[in-house]
């Protein structure tokens, strides 16, 4: 590989594997993984602080005023910080879930986090995933998957992650939510969820964690040859 900057783009909806086969893939790749899934997060729970509501599209604009979200890299292991403050933890919430998809079809968020992302990409090869990486923030990425797995697969990994922390949600909970954030993130106006025409697809349902990470790397790598 050369010295030039490699930007990888993996877009999909929740739930698909992006984040744990991604952060692996990058790992070994020596590349750093950027999860933007977690600004939007963490717009979220500033607005769920201030009582906000989250479907408010003028109260969400206003509520960028004066804070700031950051992402730092310890160790390859990206951190958010909402005005300074490590949100990292706070953010998983289903709650701030939710509050991520409502805030995240607003323009005036979307714009407010662009160059965060724009400018990571620009100076760290990386593998970068959300939603609009590949269509809207990085277009000219030299390698872009949309990554998917049917919505039951999806519930279920997410269900079996929640339970681990000691969440107390439902499977069917955790399934309608998802439903829901499907549709809130793929039917916005603005950099709805969608592969790239220059992506390669990606069905993750019945595939294996190690699968998955081993399917993404001979896809970056046969690219990038
Ligand atoms: O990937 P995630 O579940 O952490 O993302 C949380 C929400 O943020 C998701 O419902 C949609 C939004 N999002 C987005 O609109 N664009 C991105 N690039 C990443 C996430």
């Known amino acids: 590989m ?15 594997g992006k984040s744990t086969s991604a952060r692996a893939a990058a790992k070994e790749l020596g590349f750093i993984y950027v999860d933007t899934g977690a600004l939007y997060r963490a717009i979220g729970v500033n607005a769920l602080r201030k009582n906000i509501d989250t479907k408010d599209v003028s109260a969400v604009a206003a509520s960028l005023e ?13 951190k958010v910080l909402l005005n300074g403050e490590d949100v990292s933890t706070e953010i998983r919430t289903p709650p701030a879930s939710m509050a991520a998809s409502d805030v995240s079809a607003v323009p005036e968020v979307r714009a407010f986090l662009f160059d965060l992302q ?14 609009d990486i590949g269509t809207v923030v990085l277009p ?18 997410r269900f079996a992650e929640l339970q681990a922390k000691g969440s107390s949600s439902t499977y069917q909970q955790v ?16 950099a709805p969820l969608k592969p790239a025409e220059d992506s390669v697809l990606l069905d993750t349902t019945g595939v294996s964690l190690e699968e998955q990470v081993e399917k ?5 790598k046969e690219k990038i040859s």
């Open 216 to 220: 993404i790397i001979n896809i970056i």
């Open 175 to 190: 399934l309608d939510e998802l439903i829901e954030r499907d549709y809130n993130d793929s039917h916005r106006e603005i």
């Open 2 to 16: 050369s010295n030039t900057v490699i930007n990888v783009a993996i877009d999909g909806p929740g739930g698909a």
């Open 140 to 157: 000219d990425a030299q390698v872009k998957i949309f990554l998917t797995a049917s919505a039951e697969e999806r519930a279920q990994r």
């Open 66 to 78: 004066g804070i700031s979200v950051d992402l730092v890299f310890e160790n390859g292991e990206q």
């Open 118 to 131: 724009r400018d990571i990409a620009s100076r760290n090869s990386c593998i970068m995933d959300g939603r």
